[in-house]
């Protein structure tokens, strides 16, 4: 047996867990790691939510951004004698360097207009998970004008709204031809903190709540008595309580509290609020009363969970946590999601991302994938063209 020897106060992030021993023993006591912990989500929460602005400022400022670092990173790699233009500026022959947004033109690329010829009973377009054909093109747009590319670029690893130079020369029949080019690359880490004692942060994904599959609810409900203190011999429970903090990356509901057609149709509008969402949120109140009692727990909305579709995702609202919002070990964050933990920062998404990527990449690996963004500096390129 457990007993709970102080319950969560203003300010504390802690359980004291016991394991009572014969009469005459005292019980073991493991007081959980206390990191030094700060949100840092605030630039992901909006502010005025208009929807009179088209999506061109985004790309825009994107590029404006981007292009002292791409600059800095093309005369490293050039020399820093290399020419480098606007697309207005270019000289047919002349070798030099562009800094511009890619646009990949795709035949197989959803369509709300293809949907909307399907309700008049046109050729319909068969499901795909990827979207990349032979016929894609790259084409390289600045602040004016746009041009194709050809060349030495893969055209299937990139993905529209990247930012990136090329290197090369534009020839007579109207494309740049590329020789080269190059991202903004890693930017320069901080060094780490040095701690004094182990301590971890467990990430959770892909809980499914909701869906049809009931033992999973057994798994996760033995992750949670671990984590808590409830399972194994006291060489486990010293271990669970390292755990310093549980950080729930979002898919916490299943796809099949969604509405049938919710994976098939574009993603247009807010969506709807179903029965099995209601239920799911409920079990899912249920499972983080028990853990925020006992360790902080950050929780980010995903894919299938009830908040606004397009990144970046809002907070789930507190009125859906009844029984474990009172709890101030809870912290509702959003997607992406930023913290620092230690002097650590941690950055990170749900993985609509890394998923939208893969659609319209030939990349397979998410690592990969991964890797990519940090060399793009830009967490998701694709938003807001298909993500």
């Not at 070798?95 to 795709?106: A, E, P, Y």
Request: aromatic share 6%.
């Amino acid at each position: 047996m457990f007993s709970e020897v102080s319950a969560p106060q203003e300010g504390s992030c802690s359980l004291l867990l016991c394991r009572p021993g014969s009469e005459d023993q005292e019980p073991s006591v493991f007081d959980r790691v206390k990191p030094a912990y700060s949100p840092c989500s605030e630039r992901f929460k909006l502010g005025e939510r208009s929807f009179n602005r088209q999506y061109a400022h985004i790309y825009a400022t994107r590029l404006m951004q981007m292009s002292p670092l791409l600059t800095e990173r093309a005369q490293q790699k050039w020399g820093a004698d290399v020419q480098i233009r606007k697309l207005c500026d270019l000289q047919m022959g002349e070798q030099c360097c562009i800094v511009g947004t890619l646009f990949k033109h795709m035949e197989l690329q959803p369509s709300i207009l293809k949907e909307i010829s399907e309700e008049h009973n046109l050729l319909p377009q068969p499901p795909r998970t990827r979207y990349i054909s032979e016929s894609d093109e790259l084409i390289l747009e600045d602040e004016l004008q746009r041009i194709k590319l050809e060349g030495n670029i893969d055209v299937d690893k990139f993905v529209t709204g990247s930012v990136i130079a090329i290197y090369g020369a534009e020839k007579n029949d109207g494309k740049f031809t590329v020789d080269d080019f190059c991202t903004a690359d890693l930017p320069p880490q901080a060094p780490r903190t040095t701690l004094s004692s182990d301590r971890f942060v467990l990430l959770l994904s892909g809980l499914g709540l909701g869906g049809s599959h009931a033992d999973s609810m057994l798994a996760l409900q033995l992750l949670v008595d671990m984590v808590t203190g409830h399972l194994g011999d006291q060489g486990e429970q010293s271990g669970a309580s390292t755990i310093s903090r549980v950080l729930l990356a979002g898919n916490l509901l299943s796809q099949s509290t969604q509405d049938k057609d919710a994976s098939t149709k574009a993603k247009y509008l807010t969506k709807k609020t179903q029965a099995g969402t209601v239920d799911a949120m409920r079990l899912l109140d249920e499972m983080l009363m028990q853990l925020v009692s006992s360790v902080p727990v950050d929780v980010m909305p995903g894919q299938y969970d009830p908040t606004n579709y397009t990144l970046p995702q809002q907070p789930l609202h507190h009125c859906m946590f009844p029984l474990s919002s009172s709890y101030p070990t809870l912290q509702l964050a959003s997607n992406p999601h930023q913290a620092t933990l230690d002097g650590v920062r941690i950055l990170g998404t749900s993985g609509q991302n890394v998923k939208d990527i893969q659609k319209y990449s030939s990349m397979d690996s998410h690592l990969e994938i991964l890797e990519n963004t940090l060399r793009l500096r830009h967490l998701a390129p694709t938003a807001p063209d298909t993500l």
